[in-house]
């Protein structure tokens, strides 16, 4: 079992920058691959960003491309979103994904992040 804990939204206006950071407890992910979605309000949840285990791989939705890196940290068993440009349309919750070899995903409740324009 894996715990994921967000942190790191808040309010910030139009082009400015913030920092995700998504922590796991309970096993260590090292081999797990890595997700940020986001659900805005009344909209579906949508990918944002992933990693794999060994950070050899990286993906990010067309939409964030070039504003937004994903990064981890397997010692601390971290990962983060850093977020620049911002945009209102980059306004939603934003939720860490860990998945297993085996295709088990773990999700936290996620942290709210609003841009105002």
């Known amino acids: 079992q894996v715990q994921l804990v967000e942190s790191g939204g808040g309010l910030v206006q139009a082009g400015g920058s913030l920092r995700l950071s998504c922590a796991a407890s309970?096993?260590?992910?090292?081999?797990?691959?890595l997700d940020w979605f986001r659900q805005a309000p009344g909209e579906e949840r949508e990918f944002v960003a992933r990693?794999?285990?060994?950070?050899?791989?990286?993906n990010y939705a067309d939409s964030v491309k070039g504003r937004f890196t994903i990064s981890r940290d397997n010692a601390k068993n971290t990962l983060y979103l850093q977020m620049n440009s911002l945009k209102p349309e980059d306004t939603a919750v934003y939720y860490c994904?860990?998945?297993?070899?085996?295709?088990?995903?773990?999700w936290g409740k996620g942290t709210l992040v609003t841009v105002s324009s």
């Open positions: 994904v860990a998945r297993t070899p085996a295709g088990i995903e773990y």
């Open positions: 309970g096993r260590t992910f090292s081999m797990y691959t």
């Open positions: 990693t794999s285990w060994n950070f050899d791989y990286t």
